[in-house]
């Protein structure tokens, strides 16, 4: 969610009654920034945040596979992505129609889904990763093509056309540099080898783990922190988001989100609960 540099922290109601999301009691609601617009899914319904209340989106007329939502994308031609925990992924049209339903071996159990500016899709499972080309053409990469592992965390392209993809896996980190690819984990200095998320800051990248940070640039990792030697409350890392370059949102596994400021100070948000998991 990008946050501008005067922002505030704001809490925000979840309530049952009227048109906002269901409450924790019912389903699990899945969060994604979808363009400029904060979204959510939930009781096969979509919701938009507008104005400070939810607001439903969409309903779709049909069942959607499975309400255990993994991984949420849009593409620039509007398509809604929707991969699930190990049901595939369901495609739908701008207008919430399914379009397509993917599963077979290998897209069945997806953790992340991302594209570039060229229509590449990028797909991380738990049996390898895919990259959908704009063609048609689907690529398919285990071990066996040099990935440290099969069960793929997550994908980002490092440049408009996915010439780069940097790939978050339960072994380590991979680059993805054309064809060839290159990898680090433990032995190299990568804080801990389960990497699950990755966040771009010019050419540099934060990769969350298992064990904390690691801040890498190319291969090379230039420094660690972990609630040892730093200000994050928690090692078990999931989720990273860079704002303005300089300053890294983190959401931890048991101690909510904290935020690395330009000047190297971590703060908790006072308006969120302080243990929650992201």
Sequence with gaps: IPIKTNASVRTIRISASGATLPS????????????????????????????????????????????????????????????????????????????????????????????????????STANGFVILGNDGVRHIYHESDGLLSDRVMQAVPLDPHGKRVAIATSQGFTLKDGSAMKSIFAFHGLINNQVYTIAANGDQLYLGTLGGISRVRGLNVLENWTQVDSGLKRNWVNAL????????????????????????????????????EV
Aim: hydrophobic share 40%; aromatic share 12%; no cysteine.
């Design 241 to 276: 988001l860079t704002i303005d370059r300089n300053r890294l949102l983190v959401g931890t596994y048991g101690s909510g989100i904290q935020l690395r400021t330009e000047s190297g100070d971590w703060m908790q948000f006072e308006a969120l609960p302080q243990d929650f």
């Design 24 to 123: 924790e009691n019912d389903s699990a609601i899945f969060l994604k920034r979808i363009g400029d617009s904060i979204t959510a899914f939930g009781q096969n319904r979509f919701w938009i945040l507008n104005n400070g209340r939810w607001k439903v989106w969409g309903s779709p007329e049909f069942t959607l596979s499975d309400n255990n939502v993994s991984a949420l994308m849009r593409t620039n031609k509007g398509e809604i992505w929707i991969g699930y925990f190990d049901h595939g992924i369901d495609i739908l049209n701008s207008d919430f129609i399914l379009k397509t339903h993917l599963q077979d071996e290998t897209l069945t159990f997806i953790n992340h889904l991302s594209s570039d500016q060229d229509g590449n899709i990028y797909i």
